[in-house]
């Protein structure tokens, strides 16, 4: 399988193993083999199953309860998170052109991705924490662009319970964050944040 992306090139690790798990190509408790980045930064080769053939749509339902998601979704807890997503957002400093996100355990910032492309950050913010070995109910992400239907799919697939956004989800992310019991809330820095609840 060959895939071609046009993302900035850092964190490519992430990126590779965030686009298998995200887009459904490798499952949840599947084994990722090697990754192995050519020295021109332009080819990554992966050892690892067989591509899972997967249907247009599919979602994996994932854990998200009521009372999580609404302590979570408060000025308060936000918006000192999206403070320390951007105090480590570098790109964000030099160009003000990239989408940025974070992936937040128990609390705490883990990991800060930048991106021209809001899917890829998506995609290197679920790789670093499959190789930081978290498990995907714990973690929560912190976006600043829209969420997509397709960045919903990817969120559910991944088992991440509850993303948010400084945008708002479309309407076919709400969709299909419903049917996975995924929680995205929007306007996440904003003094009332609105939480759009997965029904799972």
């Known amino acids: 399988m060959v895939v071609r992306w046009e993302c900035t090139p850092r964190n490519l690790e992430d990126l590779a193993v965030g686009w298998l798990l995200g887009e459904g190509r490798v499952r949840r408790g599947e084994r990722i083999g090697a990754v192995r ?6 080819t990554i080769w992966i ?3 067989p ?31 999206y403070e320390e997503m951007f105090a480590h957002a ?20 883990r990991s800060v991705r930048e991106d021209v492309s809001r ?10 924490g499959w190789n930081e070995d978290l ?9 600043t662009s829209r969420v997509s239907g397709a960045i919903a799919a990817k969120v559910a697939r991944a088992g991440i319970p509850i993303v948010t956004t400084m ?14 019991g995924v929680t995205m809330v ?8 609105h939480v759009y609840r997965g029904e799972g």
């Open 51 to 81: 591509p899972a053939h997967r249907p247009a749509i599919e979602v994996i339902p994932v854990p998200a309860t009521a009372e999580v998601a609404a302590g979570f979704a408060t000025p308060d807890v936000l918006r000192p998170l």
């Open 90 to 109: 570098e790109l964000k400093e030099q160009t003000g052109g990239v989408h940025t996100g974070a992936l937040v355990v128990a609390g705490e910032v």
């Open 167 to 180: 945008s708002v989800p479309t309407t076919l992310a709400g969709s299909i964050a419903g049917r996975a």
């Open 186 to 193: 929007g306007r996440a820095r904003s003094s009332s944040p």
């Open 47 to 49: 050892k690892g199953p």
């Open 37 to 42: 980045i050519e020295p021109d930064g332009k």
């Open 135 to 143: 498990p995907p109910q714990n973690c929560r992400l912190l976006l």
């Open 119 to 128: 899917h890829c950050v998506v995609d290197k913010l679920i790789g670093a």
